[in-house]
T-cell receptor, first 111, second 108 residues
Framework: QKEVEQNSGPLSVPEGAIASLNCTYS??????FFWYRQYSGKSPELIMF????GDKEDGRFTAQLNKASQYVSLLIRDSQPSDSATYLC???????????FGTGTQLKVEL | SQTIHQWPATLVQPVGSPLSLECTVE??????LYWYRQAAGRGLQLLFY??????ISSEVPQNLSASRPQDRQFILSSKKLLLSDSGFYLC???????FGQGTRLTVV
């Protein structure tokens, strides 16, 4: 069974610090990886996706992918209180046009 | 630009009542459409997906069904709701990369 694992948290970081969110996946056939932000009571919002080994940067966000280790991470630089949310990791590929989601990591950015 | 509409935003239904949730997409044609459920404190569970009109793939056997009567319309239904059907229902398109606002269903 394909699985995506995340630490549920909460992960607490001070304002202005770098938040590091991690995700592992079990299906070596997974090809693309997605990070979402979900505020309480709201639907997930896509932050970015990555499909090549290495780093991909978009503003304050950097996604990192290591397919050999089956590991994906999201770095948030200069964390703000508005970044406090649950972050979902998802993988796709390996058969079928669908995503497999982790259960999410709750991030708290403290003043 | 593409937008996805989902309604209603909240719904309280008695056990045994029917259910119909509708999702429509604008600004694209022949999208892949998805229904997910998120139970309290849990991850997103894929319920159904569709790659075209009349085509439905079911991921989890359950008390729900889905239909795609038009290219950009996706409907989630139940004939008789159970307490365990409570949750946050999300419609999505493009491999599930973009979500509607969601429907919070409480079965009482």
């Amino acid at each position: 069974q394909k699985e995506v694992e995340q630490n549920s948290g909460p992960l607490s970081v001070p304002e202005g610090a770098i938040a590091s969110l991690n995700c592992t996946y079990s299906d070596r056939g997974s090809q693309s990886f997605f990070w979402y932000r979900q505020y309480s009571g709201k639907s997930p919002e896509l932050i970015m996706f990555i499909y090549s080994n290495g780093d991909k940067e978009d503003g304050r966000f950097t996604a990192q992918l290591n397919k050999a280790s089956q590991y994906v991470s999201l770095l948030i630089r200069d964390s703000q209180p508005s970044d406090s949310a649950t972050y979902l990791c998802a993988s796709s590929g390996g058969g079928g046009n669908k995503l497999t989601f982790g259960t999410g990591t709750q991030l708290k950015v403290e003043l | 630009s593409q937008t996805i509409h989902q309604w209603p935003a909240t719904l309280v239904q008695p056990v045994g009542s029917p259910l119909s949730l509708e999702c429509t997409v604008e600004g694209t044609s022949n999208p892949n459409l998805y229904w997910y459920r998120q139970a309290a404190g849990r991850g997103l569970q894929l319920l159904f997906y569709s790659v075209g009109i009349g085509q439905i793939s079911s991921e989890v056997p359950q008390n729900l069904s889905a239909s795609r009567p038009q290219d950009r319309q996706f409907i989630l239904s139940s004939k008789k709701l159970l307490l365990s059907d409570s949750g946050f229902y999300l419609c999505a398109w493009s491999e599930g990369a973009f979500f509607g606002q969601g429907t919070r269903l409480t079965v009482v």
